[in-house]
């Protein structure tokens, strides 16, 4: 058994007992045991080894768009990208961004460059690490469609390269998901000169008519079914979900796949919840939901 002491005197990028609360849109969950923001190759490497030596699960956070944190934290090592890696070049048709370039980054600089291609980014508050993992997808367009290529760690410290062809990604799913072994450093995307989507500004205008942004949330909970012929959204509205809450753990009146932290929700309101409107949309349909959002 190693005593915390030594394991703190072994890296001054480690933090402990960081709360993650701060760090998800949703704005609860209790803190990481360890936690650590590097900000370059080699700090992240330090960090993974740090994990390896002494058994520690890590998790990684993007923008923590997508992800419930238990309240009673996370007994491992957190680590989300720092600022430096929030680079994004155009050269030519390619755009190079690393993970924690911000999703409406990619859309601006797309947009300067004369395509409008990833403009259904607008208004979802990821990174391309989260967008690569959770497959971002709106209007009718999924991230993956442009990728090119990207570069992952594995814990070794190994970086390696993939191309688009080689990943299986599908509706909100890629490989990527529930292994929290290979963490993406960037992605270069291919723009599409030719597709012509709705301004920025008019998405963003779309998506709030749709969607509820005044309090904070995690986007849809669940992914639209493939089996039954009405969304996720439409079901949970057959139900009575909108207005139904746990806590402050509320479902929108705009939307019924979105539960809304409407002050003090805690994770387990929040997992209630999911599970109380799961049961209500089997039994009535059939259906069983399957969650979007990724719980730690
Ligand atoms: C108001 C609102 C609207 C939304 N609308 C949409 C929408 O229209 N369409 C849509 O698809 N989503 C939507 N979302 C959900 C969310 O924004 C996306 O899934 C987004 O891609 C998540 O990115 P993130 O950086 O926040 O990832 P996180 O939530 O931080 O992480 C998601 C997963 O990715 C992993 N991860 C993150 N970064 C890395 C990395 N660099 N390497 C390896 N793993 C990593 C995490 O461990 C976790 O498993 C919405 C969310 C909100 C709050």
């Not at 990619?106 to 300067?112: G, M, P, Q, T």
């Not at 012509?196 to 998506?207: A, F, G, H, K």
Request: include cysteine; hydrophobic fraction near 35%; charged fraction near 25%.
């Amino acid at each position: 058994m190693v005593s915390p002491v030594s394991e703190e005197r072994r890296l001054d990028i480690i933090e402990r007992e960081v709360p993650l609360s701060g760090f998800t849109t949703w704005n609860v969950g209790g803190p990481a045991r360890y936690f650590c923001e590097p900000e370059s190759l080699e700090q992240l490497r330090q960090a993974m080894t740090f994990a390896d030596e002494f058994e520690l699960e890590t998790e990684f956070l993007g923008n923590g768009s997508n992800l419930l944190v238990p309240d009673e934290g996370f007994d491992g090592l957190a680590v989300r990208l720092g600022p430096s890696f929030g680079n994004v070049e155009n050269d030519g048709n390619l755009i190079k961004a690393s993970a924690g370039t911000p999703l409406y980054k990619l859309a601006d600089v797309a947009n300067k460059a004369g395509s409008s291609c990833f403009n259904f980014l607008t208004g979802i508050p990821g990174t391309v690490g989260g967008g690569l993992v959770m497959n971002a997808g709106a209007f009718g367009s999924e991230i993956s469609d442009y990728l090119a290529n990207l570069t992952y760690l594995d814990p070794p410290g190994e970086v390696h390269e993939v191309s688009q062809e080689d990943i299986r990604y599908n509706y909100r799913s890629s490989p990527f998901q529930g292994t929290s072994d290979k963490i993406i450093l960037e992605a270069e995307f291919e723009l599409n000169q030719d597709e012509s989507q709705p301004d920025m500004s008019e998405i963003l205008e779309l998506r709030r008519e749709k969607f509820p942004y005044s309090n904070p949330s995690a986007g849809s909970v669940f992914k639209n079914p493939t089996e039954a012929e009405m969304t996720a959204g439409q079901l949970l509205d057959e139900v009575g979900a909108k207005g139904f809450s746990v806590g402050d753990a509320a479902v929108s009146h705009q939307h019924a796949n979105f539960i809304l932290n409407k002050g003090h929700a805690t994770a387990k309101n929040i997992q209630k919840a999911i599970d109380i409107l799961r049961d209500r949309v089997y039994k009535e349909f059939g259906v069983t939901l399957v969650t979007e959002i990724v719980v730690i």
